[in-house]
């Protein structure tokens, strides 16, 4: 019996030798036995042949060793996997199945972060000692006074928008005495606290996942836990109890932009003097017309500051990590916020305010 370090030594030396001629013979008569080791050699010498050029060919080869070389060959090229194919119905539902299982587990989850929220406010107000009240002044300032000139600027030109494109349209029908009609309702109802929970969203919500998630990664908020410090506490209840308290604001003030925007040009384009704009407004919106929107601000501050936090304390060990949970989380926060306004928007209907 040869061994087999002798048996390679002799092939590697034969196929670096580059044999002669346009085929080769492997007599295999005078084999008696062949394990797993040696065809696999010869499988091995044979591949490095044929890629020479060498057309190789088997004499006297048993049956028997003919079935290991074959099942060695088989095992050294796996065969190309083909993937099933199935149908385009089959494809979309499944699809489809995926995406609403994935929501249903996503609504989970941000329930069950709303109640740890609320119980972490619970505790909170049962022992105020626990109350952290320099996060809650500063993210007040951060997301409210800082956010001031971005809300009132935008919301002032949206309104101007909308009173001008009324009273062109309006003109039309000899109604354009209505465009303060249309500035009031549509503002105070909707644009103006949907324009404001677009820009925090954008603005706020997308501060509160970079700033969690930053402290994630760098593994400060281990940290806290380490000290006997609660995440909650120290990092999502001022964020949301901030953003809840100034959302309001935000939106009263975006409001009472709109709605000068408009006026100025009701004034510039209607040839209509303050006062007259300022006695429709009020012939025009009663108490709910404007309350309507700020009912919804607290609702709509929650889901905001809820999902930007959430979104940070999700952030893995990487930057990319933050990038793409930053950018999950304002658009998350906008549909929800465009969402939630149409609920509201049905519900008012439905009970006739």
């Not at 060959?73 to 199935?86: A, F, I, N, Q």
């Not at 499944?94 to 709303?114: C, K, N, S, W």
């Not at 349209?169 to 644009?191: H, K, P, S, W």
């Not at 929107?293 to 501050?301: N, S, Y």
Request: glycine residues 10%.
């Amino acid at each position: 019996m040869t061994p087999i370090l002798a048996i390679d030594d002799d092939l590697r030396a034969f196929v670096a030798a580059k044999p002669v001629g346009e085929s080769a013979v492997f007599d295999m008569s005078a084999l008696i036995r062949l394990d797993t080791a040696g065809a696999w050699l010869i499988d091995r010498t044979v591949a490095s042949l044929e890629a020479q050029g060498v057309k190789v060919s088997y004499e006297g080869l048993k049956e028997g060793h003919k079935i290991l070389l074959d099942k060695v060959g088989e095992g050294g090229v796996p065969k190309p996997t083909v993937p099933e194919r199935s149908s385009l119905y089959v494809e979309v539902v499944g699809r489809i199945g995926a995406a609403v299982v994935a929501m249903g587990l996503e609504t989970l989850t941000f329930v069950e972060f709303l109640g740890h929220v609320l119980a972490t406010i619970w505790r909170s107000i049962r022992h105020p000692s626990r109350f952290r009240l320099t996060p809650l002044v500063h993210h007040m300032e951060k997301a409210g006074f800082d956010a001031l000139p971005l809300v009132c600027l935008l919301t002032f030109l949206i309104g101007a928008v909308i009173a001008q494109q009324g009273a062109t349209q309006l003109r039309r029908f000899g109604a354009d005495v209505f465009t303060v009609n249309l500035i009031a309702i549509i503002f105070l109802r909707e644009v103006g606290i949907l324009l404001t929970a677009i820009i925090v969203a954008g603005r706020s919500g997308s501060a509160f996942t970079a700033e969690i998630g930053s402290m994630k990664m760098r593994e400060e908020i281990d940290a806290m836990r380490t000290l006997g410090l609660d995440p909650m506490d120290m990092l999502v209840v001022p964020r949301v109890l901030a953003l809840l308290f100034t959302m309001p604001l935000l939106a009263f003030i975006g409001d009472i932009m709109g709605l000068i925007g408009g006026g100025v040009v009701a004034v510039m384009q209607l040839n209509m003097s303050p006062a007259v704009y300022i006695e429709r407004l009020r012939a025009a919106a009663d108490f709910w017309t404007f309350g309507v929107g700020l009912l919804k601000a607290p609702f709509m501050a929650i889901v905001i500051a809820l999902v930007g936090c959430r979104a940070g304390l999700d952030v893995t060990g990487s930057a990319e990590s933050v990038g793409t949970q930053t950018t999950s989380s304002v658009v998350r926060s906008i549909f929800l916020v465009i969402i939630l306004d149409a609920i509201f928007a049905m519900f008012f209907t439905a009970v006739g305010i």
